[in-house]
């Protein structure tokens, strides 16, 4: 008993290609929930079956409450013969069980060395300082405002920096790396809400469709490090919050990325004043989308403090 979660027709081995928009698949997501099959949804790349999560209740639903049955690695169909910009093949065929190991190994050992992550982290910002300081060329990234820095940066005072910690939570949320996640699949024969999901079906969990819900970040389509800030100014934490997805499946490398962004971002900053060459409300921000959020290049003036 128990029936497929609803969606849009689908044709013998083209799937429901015609009716999505595969340049932009999490745009076209959006289209398929409001058009009328709400918030969990069955849609078909080529002949294989998809089951989608939209917002943040279904996602956190299936991560956190049903963790263990929605706890596969999925494939991401259609796209896995397409090697990326640095020719990795991100085929099906990756072992996930090993790279976790082998991650989980790797930052331990990482994390054992004399020098600390921290330590590591700063040598390689304070790296890139010398080698932007000696180049004295305009570098291809778009940053579109400048926030000084007086002190040197360390993880520790990021709990006095509520500002800087929300342009970085803001950054996160408006990029939306990952916007459909990385497939996940059922472990099993998956009872969620009225319906029934296949063991094996993947599994989008659509992240942008929390990182962009208008009640927890009014106006998510503006860049605003206030959706992370209280009235008085103080850090504000956010459920809706999830750049590196939730649940048991989570990305291994957060802590190390979270360092990672916020060291670099205060050590650049702390040195050099950047600026856009064109009026900022001229510059086109669209990244590339296929199935992850790319940033295009962007011309930039970097002028040491
Ligand atoms: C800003 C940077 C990063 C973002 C936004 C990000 C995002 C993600 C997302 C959305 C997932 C899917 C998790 C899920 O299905 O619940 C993931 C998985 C994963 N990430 Fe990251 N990640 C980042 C950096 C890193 C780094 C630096 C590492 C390694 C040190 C890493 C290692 C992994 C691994 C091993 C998995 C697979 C976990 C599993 O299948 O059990 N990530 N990441």
New binding site residues.
């Given amino acids: 008993s128990g029936k497929l979660p609803p969606g849009p027709v689908a044709f013998p081995i083209i799937g429901n290609a015609l009716q999505l928009n595969m340049k932009n698949l999490p745009q076209s997501m959006r289209e398929v929930k409001v058009a009328k099959y709400g918030p969990i949804f069955t849609i078909y790349l080529g002949s294989e079956r998809v089951v989608v999560l939209y917002g943040h209740e279904v996602v956190k639903e299936a ?1 956190i409450d049903q963790g263990d049955e929605f706890s596969e ?1 999925g494939r991401m169909p259609l796209f896995e013969k397409l090697p990326d910009k640095k020719g990795i093949s991100i085929d099906n065929g990756v072992p ?1 069980k090993r ?2 190991r082998f ?1 989980l190994t790797t ?1 331990r050992n990482f994390g054992m060395g004399k020098k600390s992550t921290e330590e590591r982290i700063l040598e390689e910002a304070h790296f890139l300082v010398e080698r932007l300081k000696n180049t004295h060329e305009k570098v291809h990234v778009e940053i579109d405002r400048v926030i000084g820095r007086s002190r040197s940066p360390c993880m520790a005072d990021r709990s006095q920096m509520p500002y800087t910690d929300a342009v970085v939570h803001e950054i ?1 949320r408006f990029i939306s ?2 916007p459909l ?2 497939p ?1 699949a059922v472990t099993r024969d998956t009872h969620f809400r009225q319906y029934i999901i296949p063991k094996g079906t993947t599994i989008f969990p659509v ?1 942008h469709s929390v990182l962009y819900d208008s009640k927890e970040f009014p106006k998510p389509e503006q860049f605003n490090p206030g959706h992370f800030l209280d009235e008085n100014g103080a850090f504000k934490k956010s459920d809706f919050f999830v ?5 048991k ?6 802590s ?2 979270r360092m990672k ?1 916020f060291l670099l971002l205060t050590t650049i900053l702390q040195n050099f004043t950047l600026k856009p060459l064109i009026d900022p409300k001229d510059i086109d921000i669209t990244p590339m989308t296929l199935t992850s959020n790319d940033p295009v290049s962007y011309q930039l003036i970097v002028i040491p403090q």
């Fill in positions: 991560l690695r996930w790279l976790r991650t930052l996160q790396l990952a996640g990385i996940r992240l750049p590196f997805s939730l649940g499946r989570s990305c291994l490398g957060e190390l990325a962004l």
